[in-house]
């Protein structure tokens, strides 16, 4: 099975400032891979798939890039509604693993 | 409107079943794919299993051999049987599917609210 790695666990950055998130991919997931946000009490949202493409709906503040084992997902600018944990999962081959998550909160 | 809505979660001792339902509106299930993800209390998401539109099944090693993955497409509802349970499989579970058929799987756009799934004694 192919394991995600997110780091850091968490990342405090300030309102209006950019966000890097770290995945890493145990083995080349080529660009099977999503990224989720989550916000306490809710489920999951849907930001970007195939490593780049933002899901509808998506600001365009948000952009993932990467490919093979290192993906890395950027949110410039950024706003309130931002601060969430952040997941990555592959869907290269079966099973489809989610990395542990980045906590992004506010400094 | 694109809606799943989770059903059948609850308390159930160790060794029991519980058979949970994702019932969708506005997109048909078995066009694409759909996947149940779960999440302990206060841990990361962690992917269960899928159903392809073409009957095709895979599951987390976690749960390989316990639960099942269905569905009732008279009722356009997905089904996740659950058996042997266990506390660590404590969690809310979700159903998601994609709303747009691109012809590839590209993740979930669309999610059910949870149902909560608790083993205990």
């Known amino acids: 099975e192919v394991v995600m790695t997110q780091s850091p666990a968490t990342l405090s950055v300030s309102p209006g400032e950019r966000a890097t998130l770290s995945c890493r991919a145990s083995?080349?997931?080529?660009?099977?891979l999503a990224w989720y946000q989550q916000k306490p009490g809710q489920a999951p949202r849907l930001l970007i798939y195939?490593?780049?493409t933002r899901a509808s709906g998506i600001p365009g503040r948000v952009s993932g890039s990467g490919s093979g084992t290192d993906f890395t997902l950027t949110i410039s600018s950024l706003q309130s509604e931002d601060f969430a944990v952040y997941y990555c999962?592959?869907?290269?081959?079966?099973?489809?693993?989610f990395g542990q998550g980045t906590k992004l909160e506010i400094k | 409107e694109v809606q799943l809505v989770e059903s059948g979660g609850g308390l159930v001792q160790p060794g029991g079943s519980l058979r949970l339902s994702c019932t969708a509106s506005?997109?048909?299930?078995?066009?694409?794919?759909m996947n149940w993800v779960r999440q302990a209390p206060g841990k990361g998401l962690e992917w269960v299993s899928v159903?392809?539109?073409?009957?095709?099944?895979h599951y987390a090693d976690s749960v390989k051999g316990r639960f099942t993955i269905s569905r009732d497409d008279s009722k356009n509802t997905v089904y996740l049987q659950m058996n042997s349970l266990r506390p660590d499989d404590t969690a809310v579970y979700y159903c998601?599917?994609?709303?747009?058929?691109?012809?590839?799987?590209?993740?979930?756009?669309?999610w059910g609210q949870g149902t909560t799934v608790t083993v205990s004694s």
């Open positions: 195939d490593a780049s």
């Open positions: 506005g997109f048909t299930v078995s066009r694409d794919y």
């Open positions: 159903m392809y539109g073409g009957g095709a099944t």
């Open positions: 083995q080349s997931v080529a660009t099977n």
């Open positions: 999962q592959h869907y290269n081959t079966w099973p489809f693993l």
């Open positions: 998601g599917g994609p709303t747009t058929p691109r012809g590839f799987y590209y993740g979930m756009d669309v």
